[in-house]
């Protein structure tokens, strides 16, 4: 193997070491917080005639309640996660316009066809009052997808707002 595809391998296995290692922090920071509260509040829940296992489900259970509502939180009242996308895609314009080889390959092998498939069964339909306005829309995804295969680039309308 040349020494360009060792470090290439190098520097994935470092990836997924830290990865993994960012979530067993998580596992284990909470496992720690569990174990520490609950001998520290075991006594004082045994008085209200709970378990030390009883203490410690309140305390997951607390924790799993803290997580989710500092995602929701985050999340709804925030916004955080969109304008994390929003400032990661217009810093990195090649996410964004450039296609990837899996997305350009989904988009031939499997859009496209299906776009074509589902056009062709709406065009054997009775006529409808919404027959040809998505006959149009099919068409217009359909020259669009096309258009992104041709030049391997997504074209980005200024009105959307694609985060």
């Known amino acids: 193997m040349r020494s360009g595809g060792t470090k290439l391998r190098a520097a994935e296995w470092l990836y997924r070491w830290n990865l993994s290692l960012s979530i067993l922090g998580v596992v284990f920071t909470i496992l720690t917080f569990l174990g520490v509260f609950t001998l520290v509040l075991g006594p004082?829940?045994?008085?209200?005639?709970?378990s030390y296992l009883a203490t410690s489900l309140i305390l997951a259970a607390a924790v799993v309640l803290v997580i989710i509502g500092f995602?929701?939180?985050l999340d709804i009242v925030v916004k955080f996660w969109s304008a994390q996308a929003?400032?990661?895609t217009t810093r990195n314009p090649f996410l964004v316009a450039v296609l990837?080889?899996?997305?350009?390959l989904a988009l031939k092998h499997v859009q496209v066809p299906q776009l074509t498939a589902l056009l062709a069964l709406?065009?054997?339909q009775p006529e409808s009052q919404n027959k040809e306005w998505l006959q149009e829309y099919l068409h217009s995804s359909l020259r669009r997808l096309e258009e992104a295969i041709s030049r391997k680039e997504w074209r980005i309308d200024p009105e959307e707002r694609v985060y």
């Open 44 to 50: 004082a829940f045994a008085v209200l005639g709970l």
């Open 71 to 73: 995602g929701v939180f």
């Open 86 to 88: 929003t400032v990661a």
């Open 100 to 104: 990837y080889q899996k997305e350009l």
């Open 122 to 124: 709406v065009q054997g």
